[in-house]
């Protein structure tokens, strides 16, 4: 009986939670279940890395970085999305932490004597469970 309450209460929880916006409005309302939620942008450090190809400047630039050496043990999913030479993005997915799930790059780039190279990188971090107010994972 214990059990049959805490289903038929689960719905009911879950409607008032996702209550908080109309369709196409960009109010999420708050989840049970910890939506993860990103701080701000902030700029890293960009370095002296190039490539034949864009593609190949931000390989050089995570590289350097060692962004792809935690990939299986710090974190579980490592993604590069590049729709244009000019900019990629760069999502770190499933950090092992209890309040970051990840973080994500935005890496511009432009091309010059025929070599790609990072002119601006910005990071921001997902939280597990909301952003404080000083933008830190909570």
């Given at each position: 009986m ?8 689960l ?22 279940w ?21 593609g190949e400047?931000?390989l ?15 974190f ?14 760069v999502?770190?997915d ?16 432009e ?7 990072p ?16 933008e830190?994972?909570?």
């Open positions: 214990i059990r049959t309450g805490f289903l038929l209460s719905p009911l929880v879950l409607c008032q939670a996702c209550a908080g916006g109309a369709a196409g409005d960009d109010t999420r309302g708050e989840s049970p910890g939506d993860p939620e990103p701080t701000v942008w902030e700029a890293v450090a960009v370095s002296d890395v190039a490539g034949e190809t864009a400047a931000v050089a630039w995570m590289s350097e970085k060692d962004l792809h050496q935690g990939l299986g043990m710090e579980n999913r490592l993604e590069i999305e590049q729709d244009t030479p000019e900019l990629a993005r999502l770190m499933g950090l092992r932490d209890d309040s970051i799930q990840g973080q994500e790059f935005e890496v511009r780039l091309e010059s004597d025929g070599e790609w190279k002119v601006e990188i910005r990071r921001r971090w997902i939280c597990r469970r909301g952003v404080s107010e000083n830190l994972c909570l």
